[in-house]
């Protein structure tokens, strides 16, 4: 396990105290689905979203693996399951993907403002007819002069109602495959892009989600990430991130909810006896705790090698696997050790119990997982 230095350390407890003050009303925000402005401009206000990026765009310079540690302590303090996952969107699928990719225009254009919080950001990647299946897209992009003319819609776009600057993939050549896609930066108010009504969802209530319409919705060619023809090196990038940096906030409301549970199953007694004497109880929270540090090691362990440019396919989808799996057996576990309380909505484990459920969907679901292993061992 990794040796966090002081430096490290003070950077995460410098920011604790946030942390739960970012989940102030959650049960408010899950409830109305509304997505919780007051607490993302306490976010902002942190500093926390300008953990990975270049001083030079007002960010902190900090690694991918101190970003991991930092935002593992958010899991564990914020109770806004929501208000995580639209925190690492928008630091990830946006700003990751300019900072790496972007050219020098667009990053001194945009990163201030994805580094302040005050524009917000989002990727467009899924498709009604597709799903997990990118490389089915419709979504095309055909040069036009200086610009790229954008047509066909887009669905389960996180942050896209409140979003200002959109990550969007579109295939700019049908024929070629995979270089066939390009990554384009889409401001809200461009022409021909219409923003789709929130979509009501299971879990992550607070994280809005919609579908996005491009009706020769015409982007200019400076606003191209990265290179034409390489929208699928951008997304491999911004996948790996993303699925570090959220299953990682995960583990954190993992290591909160076993907290939680232990301290719980210590209190509550029946038949004469804590609930925590009582095996089946036990056994519950011993599997909850070996989870968490499977999940925790395999998604710090994959970030090392990506951090020194290993090949991660395999490990990416098996920390994947693992985490999503871990976050969802911890959630139910959780509300079955609580019983009847853990079933009502005031102590909160229902609602992340349907947030963990997400985890097996989004980033390519549990199948897909399962699939690109199958397929890196021969079969």
């Known amino acids: 396990m990794i040796e966090w230095s002081s430096d490290q350390r003070d950077l995460r407890d410098g920011l604790t105290p946030w942390f739960e003050k970012f989940g102030d009303d959650h049960f408010r925000y899950d409830k109305q689905a509304e997505f919780p402005r007051v607490p993302w401009d306490a976010v902002a206000r942190s500093g926390l979203l300008r953990l990975p990026f270049g001083e030079e765009w007002g960010g902190l310079g900090q690694s991918l693996l101190t970003t991991m540690y930092v935002l593992e302590g958010l899991g564990h303090g914020c109770r806004n399951g929501g208000l995580n996952f639209s925190v690492t969107t928008h630091m990830v699928s946006t700003g990751v993907s300019l900072q790496r990719f972007g050219s020098a225009e667009l990053k001194r254009r945009h990163l201030p403002g994805v580094c302040e919080g005050t524009t917000i950001g989002a990727h467009a990647i899924s498709e009604p007819g597709s799903g997990s299946d990118a490389m089915n897209m419709r979504t095309t992009a055909v040069a036009d002069g200086d610009h790229f003319v954008l047509n066909g819609s887009k669905t389960f776009v996180s942050n896209g109602p409140v979003a200002d600057l959109i990550v969007v993939y579109a295939k700019t050549d049908p024929t070629a495959g995979p270089l066939g ?44 990430i990265g290179r034409v023809g390489t929208g699928f090196l951008v997304l491999d990038h911004v996948m790996k991130w993303e699925i570090l940096c959220s299953f990682i906030v995960g583990t954190g409301e993992m290591q909160r909810r076993l907290e939680s549970c232990i301290a719980y199953a210590g209190e509550r007694t029946a038949f004469g006896q804590p609930i925590g004497g009582f095996q089946s109880v036990a056994n519950r929270i011993v599997d909850m705790k070996i989870g968490l540090e499977t999940s925790r090691k395999w998604l710090y362990d994959t970030a090392q090698k990506v951090t020194t440019g ?25 509300v079955q050790i609580f019983g009847g309380n853990g079933y009502m ?35």
């Open 181 to 224: 896609v390009t990554a384009f930066l889409v401001e809200r108010d461009t022409p021909g892009l219409t923003v789709g009504n929130p979509i009501e969802k299971m879990g992550l209530k607070a994280s809005p989600l919609c579908e996005l319409y491009f009706d020769d919705c015409r982007v200019p060619k400076a606003n191209v």
């Open 310 to 334: 290993q090949k991660v396919t395999v490990d990416l989808a098996t920390a994947k696997l693992i985490a999503s799996r871990a976050a969802l057996e911890s959630a139910l576990s959780a």
């Open 345 to 379: 909505a005031e102590y909160g484990l229902e609602q992340e119990l349907r947030g963990a459920v997400a985890g097996t969907i989004y980033s390519g679901t549990t199948e897909v997982q399962y699939s690109r292993i199958a397929s890196m061992l021969g079969l």
